[in-house]
């Protein structure tokens, strides 16, 4: 992991102070890069402090939109409407204007309690989250780093780290409810951020190829 952080700080260093994002599906490592980040001049942002309800909500949320109809359900699986945007927005002002962020009962998705964050102003920003967000926060992102990894690969870290909370059927059902809601996101708001797009793999290293998201039944991983 060191090798990536390496890669990133200089890359985002390179491009000059600005807002940057680091997104990717659910288990590409995005966390885990941007919590080592923390001790340098980045500012890093977790949209997740900023998610509405925990686990057991989404999942009250989920089972009654399933009984109203399939267009409820899946209009409530789209994960853009369990951030809440306008907050995001606010505190990403705050950073840029130079002020110290105190978030009171952010959420914290490793152990989905609530906790007190806050976050030093810099000149470098990194938005992290696997949502981009609205069009406000990708006309402000200088570039948008987006981590490619193997669905198999994030699945198998996912099943790893989530094993002794939850059950493999439940692991595998919010998988693939994130890759729609994360694709359908990518594919409505393709033509706002494509120019900004720098994929990197899982160690850290610029690919040469253009990422290009797929939507419909037919892009999700249903082979794993």
């Known amino acids: 992991m060191g090798d990536i952080i390496i890669r990133l700080e200089d890359i985002i260093h ?9 997104t990717g599906g659910a288990g590409s490592g995005k966390s885990t890069l941007s919590s080592k980040l923390y001790a340098s001049d980045i500012s890093v942002y977790s949209l997740d402090w900023r998610l509405i309800g925990g686990s ?26 369990w951030w809440d945007w306008n907050a995001i927005i606010a505190d990403l002002e705050e950073l840029a204007n130079g002020n110290v962020l105190t978030i009171m009962d952010a959420y914290d998705r490793d152990t989905t309690f609530s906790k007190n964050v806050q976050v030093l102003p810099s000149k470098y920003i ?36 989530d ?14 409810i994130t890759e729609y809601s994360e694709r359908k996101a990518y594919s409505e708001l393709w033509e706002w951020f494509k120019h900004k797009i720098l994929c990197v793999d899982s160690n850290g290293i610029i690919l040469d190829k253009e990422f290009e998201p797929k939507y419909g039944n037919c892009s999700l991983p249903f082979y794993v």
């Open 14 to 22: 390179n491009y000059g102070p600005g807002m940057y994002c680091l």
């Open 56 to 81: 057991n909500y989404r999942k009250e949320l989920l089972n009654k939109k399933q009984a109203t109809s399939l267009s409820s359900y899946i209009d409530a699986c789209n994960q853009f409407n």
């Open 126 to 161: 990194l938005v992290e989250g696997a949502i981009l967000g609205p069009v406000q926060l990708l006309s402000r992102y200088k570039n948008i780093f987006m981590m490619i990894v193997p669905f198999k690969t994030r699945l198998l870290r996912l099943l790893e780290k």
């Open 163 to 176: 094993c002794c909370r939850r059950d493999p059927l439940e692991i595998l059902s919010r998988f693939l």
